[in-house]
């Protein structure tokens, strides 16, 4: 009986040994709790530029703003004339384990201006608008132990208001947001 207790005593002792040396792999998850990145997506892709800060409310949580900038003059049927946005995000993460960091799901609000050119005006004029969009987002994040961050995440949304009733302006009713996004947490 007595043999079987100690064993018992070890097997646990080991057992919270373990657990809390698991606990200690991850170092940026103490006191590290900001977030800067960039969409190197968007960079390459679009030549935008799309700067992320987050901040970690506790290891299931975060929230965030995004702020976009196209300096192309991309028009095609396939891109999304956006010219900028502002995009205030939540995200909820779904690792049991890990601090922020895995699958998430992101609920987001944008703030969006894009233009378009008008081929059915005499003038060929360009048409600008700004909305403001509610939508969802699904992605990943992945930390080093040395706080450097990598990101992938999609997501869809929608423009609830229109500016103009003139029937020539673009009707962009549906938005995108996504991107790989590389930082560093601190």
Do not use: C, H
Not at 44 to 62: H, P, T
Not at 103 to 127: A, C, P
Not at 177 to 185: A, D, H, K, T, V
Request: net charge negative.
């Amino acid at each position: 009986m007595k043999k079987s207790i100690v064993l018992f005593l070890l097997f646990a002792l080991t057992l919270n040994t373990i657990s809390q040396e698991k606990e200690s792999i991850y170092p940026q998850d103490i006191d590290k709790k900001t977030e800067i990145k960039i969409n190197t997506f968007s960079l390459i892709a679009f030549s935008s530029l799309d700067v992320s800060y987050e901040r970690l409310l506790n290891k299931d949580s975060s929230f965030g703003v995004s702020i976009f900038y196209n300096f192309n003059d991309i028009n095609d049927d396939l891109y999304f004339p956006k010219t900028f946005s502002l995009t205030p995000y939540y995200r909820w993460f779904f690792s049991e384990t890990r601090f922020a960091r895995g699958f998430f799901v992101e609920g987001f609000g944008m703030l969006n201006t894009y233009e378009e050119d008008n081929y059915f005006s005499n003038d060929n004029q360009t048409d600008k608008e700004t909305d403001f969009a509610l939508g969802i987002s699904v992605g990943g994040k992945f930390v080093t132990k040395s706080g450097f961050i990598a990101e992938i995440y999609l997501g869809i949304g929608r423009n609830l208001f229109k500016s103009s009733d003139d029937d020539n302006l673009i009707d962009n009713n549906l938005i995108t947001r996504g991107g790989i996004s590389l930082g560093y947490r601190f």
